[in-house]
């Protein structure tokens, strides 16, 4: 999804190989020269990755070419559980990588640094598995105008309209007068680690804390229109579509179509 206020640069993603090959060595350094230096994906019996005696010299092909073999064979089991954390200046450069990993733009340091100084603490967070950043979402609260709340209403019957009293009255006993809507910038999770209830973890970390705070009555996204995995992903969560918007990717050539719709989730 793109912030509208980000100016994302065009840019074709990074390698995703490239990025587990950094994870790998990562890990491989963090384990401390563990028993046979296995590195399990899941606690229990799926391993998706082993580090036997890895080097540079070790085929990245080969890796990955196991890692796919194994995560295939993990039909039993496909959750785990990542730690969420808050983003900050240790974990916003992961962070970054898993965007350019999965998404065919890059946000530019405006995006991060905002993400860091400015947007709400609580409503950014990176989904750790064995101390590797695999999945993020980001968010920021945006103060709903009253046009906005008045699209949200109820239309009167044809000669009923209301008085501009009546409608904030209305809006006073919706409770929707000095509201936010919790904007969800972007959300990932790197590809081999997708499939596993992560993306569902961060999405309903968001969710509970917008429900606990009452100053948010909505959570709202852009999602391109060609993504339907992910629309089944939102829609599972309640969301719908408000809107369709076209050439909302007018200056990435790499997103086609540039369309995208607008969702949204009522909290109250």
């Not at 509208?4 to 640069?9: A, V």
């Not at 640094?113 to 598995?129: E, F, H, M, Q």
């Not at 046009?147 to 209301?162: A, F, N, Q, T, Y």
């Not at 961060?202 to 999602?223: A, F, Q, R, W």
């Amino acid at each position: 999804m793109l912030n509208d206020n980000s100016q994302p640069e065009i840019g074709k993603p990074i390698s995703y190989s490239k990025i587990l090959l950094k994870n790998l060595k990562k890990e491989n350094d963090n384990i401390n020269k563990q028993e046979n230096n296995n590195f399990n994906i899941n606690d229990n019996t799926d391993k998706l990755l082993k580090l036997n005696s890895f080097d540079s010299k070790t085929s990245l092909k080969s890796i990955i070419k196991e890692v796919s073999l194994e995560k295939t064979k993990s039909n039993e089991n496909k959750k785990i559980t990542p730690v969420l954390r808050s983003v900050n200046r240790n974990n916003i450069n992961d962070l970054r990588k898993v965007y350019i990993s999965t998404f065919p733009l890059t946000y530019n340091n405006e995006f991060y640094s905002d993400i860091i100084n400015i947007y709400p603490k609580g409503l950014s967070r990176v989904a750790t598995y064995h101390n590797i950043v695999v999945g993020g979402i980001c968010c920021r609260l945006e103060k709903k105008t009253l046009k906005d709340i008045k699209r949200e209403l109820p239309i009167p019957s044809v000669g009923h309209d209301l008085s501009f009293t009546q409608q904030i009255s209305q809006l006073n006993d919706l409770k929707l007068l000095n509201t936010y809507s919790c904007y969800i910038m972007a959300i990932a999770v790197l590809e081999l680690y997708q499939n596993l209830s992560i993306g569902s973890k961060l999405m309903s970390y968001i969710i509970k804390y917008c429900e606990n705070d009452k100053s948010i009555s909505s959570i709202n996204l852009h999602v391109h229109v060609k993504n339907e995995k992910a629309i089944k992903f939102y829609k599972k969560y309640g969301f719908y579509q408000k809107e369709y918007i076209k050439n909302y990717y007018f200056n990435n050539p790499n997103i086609i179509p540039p369309d995208v719709y607008y969702f949204q989730k009522d909290l109250y």
